[in-house]
């Protein structure tokens, strides 16, 4: 009995491991999409709004696929500016929707020109970053597309593996 527990236990960890793989693929594809989203959300109140990008910042941090970037953004303007205070916040909602080092600079690229210049100049960087994001998010929809089933069955297989080892 305990050795069938254990086979048990072990073939879900290994399925489990499996499916959490493809749900990191998943995550950094919808952070993409909603990010892109976002972006539209942040010209319009930049060029319409009469608000400062904190404010701005805190108005935008309810959704859940951003994981936070805006409002951590909002919270650290204050201490060490917007450049920096836009690096550390994309930076921590990277590591939690499991961006790739290579795709954070996209990310980042807002960061530098936000806050900086005149409307038409954040426009113009907001652009930028949209078609940075639109290719991380083309890469990351093909990476789930490919790699995600693969992911879910060869942790299922794996684990079907294990049992089948113990037994």
């Known amino acids: 009995m305990l050795r069938f527990a254990g086979s048990l236990l072990i073939g879900a960890v290994?399925?489990?491991?499996?499916?959490?793989?493809?749900?990191?693929?998943?995550?950094?594809?919808?952070?993409?999409?909603?990010?892109?989203?976002?972006?539209?959300?942040?010209?319009?109140?930049i060029t319409f709004g009469k608000y400062d990008l904190m404010r701005i910042?805190?108005?935008?941090?309810?959704?859940p696929e951003l994981y936070g970037l805006y409002s951590i953004c909002a919270e650290h303007i204050k201490e060490c500016g917007i450049k920096r205070a836009w690096e550390v916040a994309a930076k921590e909602a990277a590591?939690?929707?499991?961006?790739?080092?290579?795709?954070?600079?996209?990310?980042?690229?807002?960061?530098?020109?936000?806050?900086?210049?005149?409307?038409?100049?954040?426009?113009?960087?907001i652009a930028r970053t949209r078609e940075l994001v639109k290719k991380?998010?083309?890469?990351?929809?093909?990476?789930?597309?490919?790699?995600?089933?693969?992911?879910?069955?060869?942790?299922?297989?794996?684990?079907?593996?294990c049992v089948l080892m113990i037994w």
């Open 136 to 161: 991380s998010e083309a890469r990351a929809a093909e990476e789930y597309n490919r790699l995600g089933r693969a992911y879910r069955l060869c942790g299922t297989l794996a684990g079907v593996f």
């Open 95 to 125: 590591a939690e929707a499991g961006i790739k080092p290579e795709d954070i600079s996209a990310v980042e690229s807002l960061g530098s020109e936000l806050g900086m210049s005149d409307i038409k100049g954040q426009k113009s960087a």
């Open 14 to 45: 290994c399925a489990m491991y499996g499916f959490l793989s493809a749900d990191r693929l998943k995550k950094r594809h919808a952070f993409f999409q909603e990010f892109i989203t976002s972006l539209s959300v942040l010209e319009t109140e």
């Open 57 to 63: 910042f805190k108005r935008m941090e309810d959704k």
